[in-house]
C-alpha cells in the first residue's frame, strides 16, 4: 500500500514465486536497518502466512514477529487467500 492505494509493485506467475518474490523485496528494502520486526496478515490464509513469516524469520533474524489476520474491511476487498509481509526496521 502506498498513501492509502493498493500499488503492484511487478507481476509474478505463481504463486508461490509470488511469496518468495515478496520475501526478496522485504529484505532489499530492509537491507542493513535493524532492529527488525516482521508481520504476515493474511485472509483465510494462516498456514501459508505462518510459512512465510518462518522463511523470513530465518532470513532476517526479527527482533519479533507476528502472524495475524488482515481485518474485515481490508479482507473484503483483498478477498480470500490473501497474504502479506509487513516490516519495520531501524527503529528501537
Given at each position: 500500500m502506498r498513501n492509502g492505494?493498493?500499488?503492484s509493485v511487478e507481476k509474478v506467475r505463481t504463486r508461490g514465486?509470488?511469496?518468495?518474490?515478496?520475501?526478496?523485496?522485504?529484505i532489499e528494502r530492509?537491507?542493513?536497518?535493524?532492529?527488525?520486526?516482521?508481520?504476515?496478515?493474511?485472509?483465510?490464509?494462516?498456514?501459508?502466512?505462518?510459512?512465510l513469516l518462518?522463511?523470513?524469520?530465518?532470513?532476517?533474524?526479527p527482533l519479533e514477529t507476528l502472524c495475524c489476520p488482515l481485518s474485515p474491511v481490508v479482507g473484503t476487498h483483498a478477498g480470500p487467500g490473501t497474504v502479506a509481509l509487513t516490516y519495520m526496521a531501524g527503529v528501537a
Open positions: 492505494q493498493i500499488e514465486r509470488a511469496l518468495q518474490r515478496l520475501l526478496e523485496l522485504t530492509i537491507s542493513s536497518r535493524v532492529p527488525v520486526r516482521l508481520a504476515t496478515v493474511h485472509a483465510r490464509a494462516e498456514a501459508e502466512a505462518l510459512t518462518e522463511a523470513a524469520r530465518a532470513r532476517l533474524d
